[in-house]
């Protein structure tokens, strides 16, 4: 009988129901679980399931009995992989499952702001349409896809996704590897894309990718959209592009502290025409939520056949 726990079931909807694994099993779901409640609620776990809880050394000590850490998601952040690598504890990700619902949801964002959707909402209930003298209301510059540069950072699945789709609205597509980076190579790249879209891990190296530095390296007419992770951009520093006018405008799926405070920079600029903001959504699609579930189920059930999957 192997022990799960899951220790955040509510990042996950209530409708999405969750099948068990194929083997022996006493599974225990938590809504949620505080620091102070990890030690007991893994102690006994052969494996825990988790999409945000944070494992570290200092809690992951105890779990004696611990074989796999089953991630809900692709990020592998909270995890210290170094202590779970010397104690030989596998860990298992999800792979390639969101990305149709994550670039569908970068072009929701990218055609609400070049086609001033906000804005123009705005503009109706503030009675200004209705003031018109002529019968549609031309007073914000709307631009078209077509023929546009998106520059893509990242080129994993989700990345080629939004390739495919910026293919379909023929607009002219370049990619920058995080992984090969080469600071030249890079300002060139921020300076000729009319979009800069994020699509690549969160660590030590693409913390504060984005900075003012870079925003001063783009066009004063282009956009930014992360539906990554937020601390790639450096918050503090796209409020103060958005509102010096550095950039043409920004969409954002993400924040460096989920959920945020009530005194994030965002707040700044909520009600900027030119920025969207939506609270991590981009991969939650319903048919992507049962697509994870059923991944994590056949990661577990994969490891235990030792025919393991999508290891870290």
Known sequence: MKNIVFLDRDTFPKRI??????FKNSWKDYSFTRKNEIISRIRKAHIIVTNKTQLKRSTLKYAKNLELIAITATGTNIIDLDYCKDKKINICNLRDYASISVAEHVFALILSLFKQLKGLEKDIKNDIWQKSKVFALLNRRIS?????????????????????????????????????????QFKKFLSENDIITIHCPLDKNTLNLITTKEFKMM????????TARGGIINEMDLVNAIQKKIIGGAGIDVASIEP????HP?????????????????????????LAI????????SYYKNKPKNLV
Do not use: C
């Open 219 to 226: 066009k004063k007419s282009s956009i930014i959209i992360n």
């Open 266 to 290: 965002y707040y700044k600029i909520i009600n900027k025409e030119n920025f969207l903001w939506t609270p991590h959504t981009a991969w939650a699609s319903d048919r992507t939520l049962n």
């Open 294 to 301: 059923k991944q994590l189920i056949n990661n577990i059930d």
């Open 17 to 22: 129901s969750i099948p068990r694994p194929n």
């Open 260 to 263: 945020p405070k009530k005194n």
């Open 144 to 184: 078209d896809l077509h023929d546009k540069n998106i520059g893509i950072v990242g080129k994993g699945s989700i990345g080629k996704q939004v390739k495919k789709i910026a293919s379909s609205f023929n607009m002219n597509v370049q990619f920058f590897s995080v992984r090969n980076f080469n600071k030249a």
